[in-house]
Every structure is written in C-alpha cells, then in structure tokens.
C-alpha cells in the first residue's frame, strides 16, 4: 500500500483558500467554493448513512448540473467510486453499466425515468437510489439536507491504486469495458493538464463547459477545481452556439475543454463574429481528428490559443499535447502539419509492430504508451487487461507514426483501416484531401468488400449548406493528391453522418447504413 492524497483534497483546500470566489455557474445560479464544498460534505455524510462506503460503486447518470458536478467529489470524500454514464445511452446500456460495475448506489436525473427504471431491474447490488430533481423520491438535494447534520469533515484514507472512477468505454468494438481512474493516477492528471494544457491556471480564469462532465470535460474541470477557476455549465444538453459566445463574453472564459464537432459548431457560426472571445487562452480539442481545413479555419477565427491532445479514456487523455506555438494557418514544414503533438510530460509513446517490437521514425504501426496516466486496468475483465498490456505497454489501438522530432501522427484506428490490392489505407488521409474539395463540410471514408480487390472504400460527404457537388468532380479532385490505390471505388452523398453519444461518427454505422441503402 502506497499513501496518496484523496482527490477530495484539491476542493476542500480551494475552499478553504478562495472561500468566496464563485466555483460553479449554471444558468442564473452560482455557488461559491465554500458553498459546493459544504454541500458536498454533507452528500458524503448522508450517503456514508445510508449504507455506501469505502470501494462501492455509485452510478450517476445525468446532464450537467450541479449535481453531477458535486457528486463526484462526495464519493471521493468516503473512498466510494464515482460511475458516470454518458446521459445519451438507453436504458438498457445504462443498466448494463450499473451492474457491470455491481453498483451500489444510482443517482439518476429525474429526465430518465427508463434508465432508473431499468437500471435497478438489472443490479441487484443496489441498495440506494436518489434522483436529480423533484417528485421521485429521494432527491440530492434531500440528500444534501439529510448530511448537514453530520457532514463529512476528513477525506478518507486512499492509497495511489484505490479506484476514483470507472470511466466505460464507448463500445464500439463489443461490450463497453471499465477502465479504472485511480487517486493517484488521477492527481497526475490534474498537474499534467494544468503543465501542459492550460499553463498558468489560476482562479482568476473561467472555464465554459460544453461538453458532458461523465467523460473528458469532467476530467477537464477537475483542473479547475485544483486551482480555483470556475466553471460555466451550459443552459441546456443541446449546444446553442450563440449561447455559448453569450457566455464567453459575459465571464471572460479563458478556457474550455471541446471535441472537434463542437469546435467546428462554434468557428462555424455567425455569432462567433458577433461576440467579443478575445479573453480565450486555451480552447483544447481531443476525442477525435481535427481535419487540416477545419483546424485553419479555428485558427483563422479565434487567434493562436488551440490546444489540441490525442488520449483515451484509459489513459485520462494524457498521450499528446500540440500547444498554441506549433499550430500554424500556414502549411510550413517547420511545423507538424497533421501531427497531434509530442509525449505529454512524464509519458512515453512508442510505435510497436505485432510482435511488440518498436518501429523506427516514419514506420507505421500500433500507438502504445506507458506512464502514470495508464489506468489501472479493466475492471474484472482480466482477459481484455493482457491484450491491452501486452508487452510492458498500453495498446490504445490506434495506428499512427512518430517523425523523428518525436511529433505523432494518428493514421486511423485499426478497425478503420483496409487492405485494398495488397496494400494498407488509411481512411483519415483520404478524408483529409476530400475535405479540400470545395462545398464538402464533412468526410468519412469506410473499407466495403470488393470481389477484385479484396476491399475497397466508399467516401460518404456531407455538402456545406447551399453546396451541390458532383461525385466525378470529387474523383478527378484526387488525381495528384492521392495515389490511386487510396482512391475510393464511390462517393455517396447524404445530409448528415451518424454520430455516438460521445460525438465521433461509428463507422461501423456508416457501414450498415451504406449496405441497408444499397450504397455499397
């Protein structure tokens, strides 16, 4: 057993040292750090009351809020293990997660009455169930008013391996798996993101929130947290664009934590134009690519403050970083054109073949990682854990290669990529050069069976509003731009792509809804 700080700690001594300043705003309320952290005090003691402990598990499944902003910190104050669920899941994914991780509280948005319904049918591990919001029992707020009487003062004893948080992948290769977010790793996290994603963070910054606080936002906000800066919820689950440069102006945000669909929604828009942003420092995007032409066109509109990271949840985001000074409008070979960034501080990456074997500079292979933001492992899935530590590393299953710089270059995930006539192609490269295509606001190329050639791609764009596009234009576009053997045999058009709850765009979907249209 190692000692290590409770997570609890970072607001706790916030509170203590800004008492006043405001910690969390949602719409017309605000709450101080003394505020949140009383409140919080007093879920922990109510919930350490009725029953749930050191190393229990307590599902959460809500939009953004106060309450989900608090509960994670009250779990941590008695040693519990905060299970978040991404709120646009259905009722049985979400029952799934509940009694995969065995949980033994839920705390569910009163919005979801088939997920809390469904979630206690399938956990029998549940012995306490509170709602966010009114009229459905026992509510967090009554929770909250239950503990006053004996809040929780002390943060339980930890040590660096105790879990924090299941943190559950998307899925989208089968069952979603638990990664286990430990206190120790976790506390490396928030000075990792604080060094190397937001330098200087104070209390005197502000962080809008526009992406759910179950996955990388909530990561993100413990940084803030650590360092007194508040956070700015968003009114409602749906972006509002205008909205959100509403707030930007309004409280001066300095940073905010995106993914490159909604950063796109936001340069994109006409009220980008409309609102003064010029207090932004830090508007970090990761959980996907950021295609070359969206990025200039983020560039071009909001000045030299991208921050862009590659990470998984099983790694808290920690592989990448590109700061503000390597992004460039301009394509200068002194920059990482397409690159990610270089090692986040304390990380090591490595391009490894299938025999586990490091590839030179330039060589394309599997992306893996060691460093103290590896989680601990799956939770009770010792079969997923030797496939993704084999060989002393964390196979994030993601194809790239570093330049001799050390800069990294994501390729595609190796489920997107196909062999077409013997040779390798990389899906996310030939989206790249189709998003040059003058009129084509999206892309996404998927490998389909081909009697000849073993598999071959179908480019599925989506039109800029207004744009009409001819299919052989696009074709005759990539002559020059891309050798011939990565050109797709079709292009289809359709008004919009799929998207998973946690905004990527699943291919496998792409690819069922090519073959149920016929477009294959």
Request: charged letters at 20%; aromatic letters at 8%.
């Amino acid at each position: 057993m190692i000692p290590t700080s409770n997570l609890a700690s970072l607001l706790l001594q916030t509170a203590r040292r800004l008492p006043d300043r405001p910690g969390l705003v949602w719409r017309d309320a605000s709450w101080s750090w003394a505020r949140i952290a009383e409140r919080v005090q007093a879920a922990a003691g109510a919930l350490r009351a009725r029953g749930i402990g050191q190393g229990d598990r307590v599902m959460v499944h809500a939009r953004n809020g106060n309450a989900i902003f608090e509960s994670c910190w009250a779990c941590w104050l008695i040693g519990a293990v905060w299970v978040p669920t991404n709120f646009r899941l259905s009722p049985p994914e979400a029952a799934f997660l509940a009694a995969n991780a065995a949980c033994r509280a839920h705390i569910v948005d009163t919005g979801f009455p088939e997920h809390r319904s469904a979630a206690k049918a399938e956990n029998a591990a549940c012995i306490l169930e509170v709602a966010i919001g009114e009229g459905a029992g026992l509510s967090w707020d009554d929770l909250v008013e239950e503990g006053r009487a004996a809040p929780v003062t002390e943060t339980a004893n930890v040590d660096r391996d105790h879990p924090a948080w299941l943190f559950y992948t998307s899925g989208t290769t089968g069952r979603p798996k638990g990664g286990t977010l430990t206190h120790g790793q976790l506390a490396f996290v928030v000075v990792n993101h604080i060094a190397d994603l937001m330098p200087g963070l104070s209390h005197h910054d502000a962080s809008l929130v526009v992406a759910p606080l179950s996955h990388g936002a909530g990561i993100h906000a413990m940084a803030q947290v650590a360092r007194g800066a508040v956070s700015v919820l968003m009114p409602g689950e749906r972006l509002d664009v205008p909205e959100a440069w509403r707030l930007v102006e309004k409280h001066r945000v300095s940073n905010m934590f995106t993914v490159p669909t909604i950063l796109n929604a936001l340069c994109r828009d006409a009220s980008v134009d409309a609102h003064d942003h010029s207090s932004l420092r830090h508007v970090i995007y990761a959980g996907a690519p950021m295609y070359r032409e969206d990025q200039k066109h983020a560039l071009r509109k909001l000045g030299p403050c991208l921050v862009q990271y590659f990470g998984l949840g099983e790694v808290t985001g920690n592989i990448t970083v590109l700061p503000p000074e390597w992004h460039s409008i301009e394509d200068d070979p002194a920059f990482p054109i397409g690159s990610c960034g270089y090692p986040r501080t304390g990380i090591e990456i490595a391009i490894l073949d299938g025999e586990n074997r490091r590839l030179p500079a330039n060589e394309t292979g599997e992306i893996c990682i060691r460093g103290p933001a590896v989680m601990a492992g799956y939770f009770q899935n010792p079969a997923a854990n030797e496939k993704a530590f084999a060989g002393g590393w964390f196979h994030t299953g993601d194809l790239g290669h570093l330049d001799a710089r050390g800069f990294l270059t994501i390729t595609g995930r190796q489920s997107d990529m196909y062999i077409s006539g013997g040779s390798n192609v990389y899906p996310r490269e030939v989206e790249e050069v189709l998003l040059t295509f003058p009129g084509v606001a999206e892309a996404c190329v998927v490998g389909v069976p081909h009697e000849k050639w073993g598999e071959t791609g179908v480019a599925v764009l989506v039109p800029a509003e207004g744009a009409a596009i001819d299919p052989a234009a696009v074709m005759a576009h990539l002559d020059g731009r891309l050798g011939r053997y990565k050109w797709p045999s079709k292009v289809v058009l359709w008004d919009a792509l799929p998207r998973s709850g946690y905004g990527k765009v699943p291919k496998n979907e792409v690819k069922r809804l090519l073959a149920e249209r016929g477009e294959a």
